[in-house]
């Protein structure tokens, strides 16, 4: 008979009714109540603006600091569950980043998620963001045609960057404005990889400051 070794951590829990000491084997047919502890994640903004909205979609400001969806310690302060809160149907049709400001589009029907999903990354949709990067630009414009794929990384397995053999990626970045320190960017994305703006702006030597998708 296959039985597995319990390790409790300090949670309160039972075997067949008895207070477990994290000792027993468990066999088949005993019962295990483990109490979880209280799941307790980070404060975040906890608002957001309509801009949009009509019987198939709503479009949203999301706020810097507030996740688009679950995820790396956030389960319910996330702009997900404050929209569905309000619209329990609206699903994003794409995410932000957490410290990103700017519009999230939500499909409100299972028709227009589709719709939006298939046109996504076509030229259908244009997506246009600003960027605020580091060091001041030499030109006015840039196509950047950077492939990006995952590489390994020592601690966390592998990360999306720069990579020669990764998939063919294209961005186009038009100078708004310069400081002595930095430059505002306004950039179109005609390819739709993750990280893709913070990755194409640090290869040209401009790593990214801040962005916001202002469609």
Sequence with gaps: MI???LEFN???SRVDGDTATGSEMVTSGQTLVWNRPPWIEPDSVQHFEVLFEDAHLLAVNKPSGLPTLPGGGFMENT???LVQKRTPNANPVHRLGRATTGIVLFAKTPQAASHQFANWNTPSIQKIYRALSQNIAQHD???I???IGL???PRIGSVWAANPGGKPSKSLAKVIS???STTTFEVSLNSGRPHQIRIHLASIGHPLVIFTVVF
């Design 3 to 5: 039985c597995t070794r």
């Design 10 to 12: 300090g949670n309160p």
């Design 79 to 81: 702009l997900l569950r």
């Design 141 to 143: 414009a840039y196509e």
């Design 145 to 147: 045609l950077t492939p």
């Design 151 to 153: 590489v390994p990384h």
């Design 178 to 180: 310069r400081t002595l």
